[in-house]
């Protein structure tokens, strides 16, 4: 049975860091393409980060680039989003999927091509 476990999330002030942990059983992470996702209260979810198992090249959405940084550990089966500057507006429950036989990068930011998904953890940023 396929679980993707998330860890890490929490409240923290804005400009703090915090580390998200995406655990699997059950799949090899390294074989598969792995997002970021997260979502707050009333809106839709929206793609935080990504990475192809062809290329293994991060992707960022535009709201993150230069403060979140996704790695892999291929060896724990766990992907990492390192959130650093932290801000209000990246308050959301944060969710890691993953996507088997994913070719395509840039498809990678859509949720939909996702097979696999974990419970969320939250992420509070708030003075």
């Known amino acids: 049975q396929v679980q993707l476990v998330e860890s890490g999330g929490g409240s923290v002030q804005p400009g703090a860091s915090l580390k998200l942990s995406c655990t699997a059983s059950?799949?090899?992470?390294?074989?598969?393409?792995i997002g970021w996702f997260r979502q707050a209260p009333g809106k839709e979810r929206e793609e935080v980060s990504y990475?192809?198992?062809?290329?293994?090249?991060?992707y960022y959405a535009d709201s993150v680039k230069g403060r979140f940084t996704l790695s892999r550990d291929n060896a724990k089966n766990t992907v990492y989003l390192q959130m650093d500057s932290l801000k209000p507006e990246d308050s959301a429950v944060y969710y890691c999927?993953?996507?088997?036989?994913?070719?395509?990068?840039?498809?990678?930011?859509?949720?939909?091509?996702?097979?696999?998904w974990g419970q969320g953890t939250q992420v509070t940023v708030s003075s």
């Open positions: 999927a993953a996507a088997d036989k994913v070719e395509t990068p840039s498809l990678l930011k859509l949720w939909a091509m996702y097979d696999y």
């Open positions: 059950g799949l090899t992470l390294q074989y598969y393409g």
């Open positions: 990475i192809s198992s062809s290329n293994d090249i991060p």
